[in-house]
């Protein structure tokens, strides 16, 4: 497995770790793009906080801050960072289902 794959997967794993940054997730996809003062409307956490937790999701990939008027900047989402993640996930259930297909024709094995 590419070392750049397993490293977009551990960041979007660690972004998603949080419930607030899933959260926030979902309200986008759900929603479409949205400020940071958008975003605070909609879920119980302040603008502030949805901010840093909107940084954390840039750097993971996960969202790209767009400029828009009076210098308020949007999120939107990006796909290809959880897509990258599902493909590590899918490798590596490939791995184990082929070392549990090993494992159960040696339990078989007289």
Known sequence: MAPDIEAVAEQVFVALADPTRRAILAALATDGPATATDLAARLPITRQAIAKHLTLMADAGLVMPEPGERRRVRYRLRPAPVQIAQQ??????????????????YLATP
């Open 88 to 105: 590590f996930l899918a490798a590596l259930a490939h791995d184990w289902d082929d070392r549990l297909d090993a494992l159960q024709d």
